[in-house]
């Protein structure tokens, strides 16, 4: 319900918008953080013609949509809410009409955009685009180290259970060898009788 409710007062003017994240804020973050994206919050305050002109001319266009939904995780939300209220209290007292772009950069999740007030959706394509670029490598890093990571503890497991499949193999080779010689000793005792 909160999720529809933030999407109804934001796009109130118009029915083209990126694809919103459906979650808290602290959800979107962490999934950006674990899957290594970017995550674009827009703040918006319906009683603000600023932001509701700012929701209609660049959060509800084609163009944002189509960046967007191409590199980014959206969220967004109204700071009439409590949620809202605490998000832009933590991207330090953010005023809407807020845009901030988050990458996980240096070990934590960084603010690398922001946009508080009026922009044209030109100013905004390409100032975000530009943060994009310069962020990339970043988090390209960060997905390769990933995935060294992930192939060597995969070359470490499938190691440990060829190891382990090869000492249960061991033990029951000298188990049948024991056996063996059991029986042979046995054999030998009855001979010698």
């Known amino acids: 319900k909160q999720w529809y409710q933030r999407r109804v007062a934001i796009t109130a003017g118009g029915i083209i918008h990126p694809r919103f994240y459906h979650g808290s804020y602290r959800e979107a973050v962490s999934h950006a953080k674990r899957h290594l994206r970017f995550l674009l919050v827009y703040l918006h305050h319906e009683d603000n013609p600023v932001a509701v002109r700012f929701a209609k001319n660049v959060v509800c ?65 390409s100032r975000l685009t530009t943060a994009i670029v310069e962020n990339e490598p970043h988090l390209n890093r960060q997905r390769s180290n990933r995935d060294r990571v992930s192939e060597s503890s995969a070359s470490q497991q499938i190691m440990q259970e060829q190891d382990a499949a090869f000492q249960e193999s061991l033990v029951r080779d000298q188990e049948r060898a024991r056996k063996k010689k059991e029986e042979e000793d046995e054999i030998k005792k009855i001979q010698e009788e």
């Open 61 to 125: 266009t084609g163009l944002l949509k189509s960046v967007v939904e191409d590199n980014l995780l959206f969220w967004s939300c109204s700071t009439k809410k409590g949620e809202g209220e605490c998000v832009a209290e933590s991207l330090n007292k953010a005023k809407p009409p807020f845009l901030g772009l988050l990458c996980f950069k240096d070990g934590q999740m960084r603010m690398v955009y922001k946009n508080q007030g009026y922009a044209t959706i030109e100013m905004i394509i």
